[in-house]
Nanobody, 120 residues
Framework: HVQLVESGGGSVKAGESLKLSCVYE???????MGWFRQAPGKVREGVAA???????KYADSVKGRFTISKDNAKKIVILKMSNLKPEDTAMYYC????????????????WGRGTQVTVS
């Protein structure tokens, strides 16, 4: 049974920071953990991803502002978001896939239920 549970969303003002956490319950020899977001009326987009070796990918829109990290022992993936902008407002989802990382939501097999981030 694969389970991903996000937490840490909330409402903040532009320029402020938030930290999202995702607790996961599986790991294979090669796993990519990613964060995605979806705003109302928009497609789900990849934000950041990290593979088993710690290599990371970021969407251009968040580079320099968001940082993804992973604690393998605690099985937690963290997304630190700083200098938040109103356009970052969305439901944020944690996801997992076998193998290497992409930022394409269609590549990911397992999803959490999401946590809402609102920036005003």
């Amino acid at each position: 049974h694969v389970q991903l549970v996000e937490s840490g969303g909330g409402s903040v003002k532009a320029g402020e920071s938030l930290k999202l956490s995702c607790v996961y319950e599986y790991e294979y020899s090669s796993t990519c953990m990613g964060w995605f977001r979806q705003a109302p009326g928009k497609v789900r987009e990849g934000v950041a991803a990290i593979d088993t070796d710690g290599a990371v990918k970021y969407a251009d829109s968040v580079k320099g502002r968001f940082t993804i990290s992973k604690d393998n022992a605690k099985k937690i993936v963290i997304l630190k978001m700083s200098n938040l902008k109103p356009e970052d407002t969305a439901m944020y989802y944690c996801a997992a896939k076998y193998g290497g990382c992409t930022l394409d939501a269609t590549d990911f097999n397992y999803w959490g239920r999401g946590t809402q981030v609102t920036v005003s």
